[in-house]
């Protein structure tokens, strides 16, 4: 099977930049949207000193299950148009709806069967999606049910935990350092002021972007993923330390949704059976990196869609 690319611009609010993945261009297909997470990543998931080919493995398995996929450059970073810096959250599901749009109108792909693939912010992106186009089903890996704010305080309750095992100076300088409760209301603090500033940034973010993103609760995703009602699929491992895997409890009563918290499933969706300290996150990660992602994982994603 012969897996081809090509490069387009997608028209939006600004011109996005996106490939588009498939393997026959001579029939009608079931498509794929992938939202990626957080930050200035390019489509495939790469940046500086960081190569992780997340959205562009994804892809490729979206492709061997016969559908076609679409990834695309967030707003403002490398070929697509706008500033990231005004970027809010409402500007993230807007693009994403234009790209859902563009791949509706492909000759080879069937308009009605289009799946959104999100991935960290990227499930937040693609709940609120799910409320204002329509989807045929949705793919939430490492963030389902989860707010921005909750996984903010979720990563610095972690780095908490670990504080006490860490040794040497640098441990001790650390507890002295960091307490917890400080930490979750600068947490709150930064959400307040992104909504009384007239300025672009709080605290070096977008404020636009945390602005937006503090108006939902945890609670109103899980909420929208009830009533979507159509086929869901959420997976965070329990060695995410960026996703708390627990918020899938309150999706698992749910018929259409499928809930899955693998064992050693990373944020990067790779797995590690050794350290998943929050605080060694980016030796873990540069290691990982050099990995495809688990099979274990791509299997649960092509089971689901029973295609394969």
């Not at 959104?116 to 389902?144: Q, Y």
């Not at 605290?203 to 869901?232: F, M, Q």
């Not at 995410?240 to 409890?249: N, P, S």
């Amino acid at each position: 099977m012969e897996i081809k690319e090509k490069r387009v611009t997608v028209k939006g609010e600004f011109p996005l930049g996106a490939t588009i993945t498939y393997t026959d261009d001579s029939k009608k297909s079931p498509a794929v949207v992938i939202i990626m997470g957080t930050g200035k990543l390019d489509r495939d998931g790469n940046g500086f000193g960081f190569r992780s080919n997340i959205y562009k493995y994804l892809a490729r398995t979206f492709a061997e299950c016969g559908y076609v996929s679409a990834r695309y450059d967030k707003r403002g970073t490398h070929e697509s148009g706008g500033s990231f810096n005004s970027t809010g959250l409402s500007d993230l599901v807007n693009d994403a709806i234009s790209v859902i749009k563009y791949l509706k109108s492909l000759p080879y792909v069937d308009e009605n069967k289009i799946i959104v693939c999100g991935h960290s912010e990227g499930t937040m992106i693609a709940t609120l999606v799910s409320e204002k186009e329509d989807t045929s089903g949705l793919i939430l890996l490492g963030g389902a049910a989860t707010c921005l704010k909750d996984a903010l305080y979720y990563q610095n309750r972690l780095v908490a935990e670990d504080i006490p095992n860490m040794k040497g100076v640098v441990g001790a300088i650390i507890r002295k350092s960091f307490k917890l409760d400080k930490q979750l209301a600068k947490i709150d603090d930064m959400f307040i002021k992104s909504k009384e500033t007239n300025k672009e940034k709080v605290s070096g973010i977008p404020a636009k972007w945390l602005r937006e993103h503090g108006a939902y609760t945890s609670e109103d995703y899980v909420n929208i993923l009830k009533k979507y009602g159509k086929p869901v699929l959420a997976i965070t491992g329990k060695a995410d330390v960026q996703a708390d895997y627990h918020k899938l409890d309150a999706l698992r009563t749910e018929s259409h949704i499928t809930c899955v918290a693998p064992e050693g499933l990373t944020h990067i969706l790779r797995v590690n059976d050794g350290d998943n300290s929050i605080m060694n996150v980016k030796k873990l990660y540069k290691k990982q990196i050099n990995e495809p992602l688990d099979a274990g994982f791509i299997k649960m994603i092509k089971d689901w869609l029973g295609v394969c």
